[in-house]
């Protein structure tokens, strides 16, 4: 028997940004459609906004969806190709679990168990990456990524933030541990 679901009112919330328009994506999975038709939808809303445009990328833009690389190479545009100002982008469990398995050394063999698992979604990227370098037994490594991907695109996966903080607001993937002091937390 399906169960009731009461839906409130929306309740503005107090965002006070520094007079910026924030436009926040997370967790395309993969979804280079899906996310090629956001960002043609945030350019337009940014033309018609005033005052700095800032897009804040929050993570888990990579697996799962059919087309990963696609999504990374749109992510990896800069501000002038969707209409902001400025991008911030925030890593996510999955762009984690990727480039621990990317770089190899003692945690990698666990990382690429989860990452590449069929929940996590990860194996679908290493095949998208070994199609495109026409290499099926290619190791998942910063050399394949590089070669898929690029340079620039391998840096910036490689520099992301953990958080963003801007005015009241604070933009993080997944969340914060309920209960503890956010700033400490952050600095864990």
């Known amino acids: 028997m399906p169960v009731a679901v009461e839906v409130s009112s929306w309740t503005p919330a107090p965002f006070a940004l520094d007079g910026k328009t924030v436009f926040a994506v997370g967790d395309v999975h993969g979804c280079a ?42 992510w990896a545009e800069g501000p002038q190709s969707h209409g902001v100002d400025q991008i911030d982008r925030i890593i996510g469990n999955h762009e984690i679990l990727m480039l621990l398995t990317l770089r190899g050394g003692p945690l990698a063999g666990r990382a690429g168990a989860m990452w590449q698992s069929e929940r996590m979604g990860g194996a679908k990227v290493v095949d998208e990456m070994r199609a495109v370098a026409h290499d099926s037994g290619a190791p998942p490594s910063y050399v394949l990524a590089r070669t898929t991907l690029g340079q ?34 952050l600095r864990r």
Do not use: C, K, M, W
Request: hydrophobic content about 35%; proline content about 4%; cysteine-free.
């Open 152 to 185: 620039r695109t391998l840096d910036l996966l490689l520099t992301q933030r953990s958080h963003l903080r801007l005015g009241n607001t604070l933009f993080v993937h997944g969340g914060l541990a309920g209960g503890s002091d956010p700033d400490a937390f």
């Open 33 to 74: 459609d899906h996310l090629q038709s956001l960002l043609d939808t945030i350019q337009t809303l940014a033309g018609e906004s005033t005052g700095p445009r800032h897009l804040v990328y929050l993570g888990d833009l990579i697996d799962r969806g059919p087309d990963t690389l696609g999504v990374l190479r749109l």
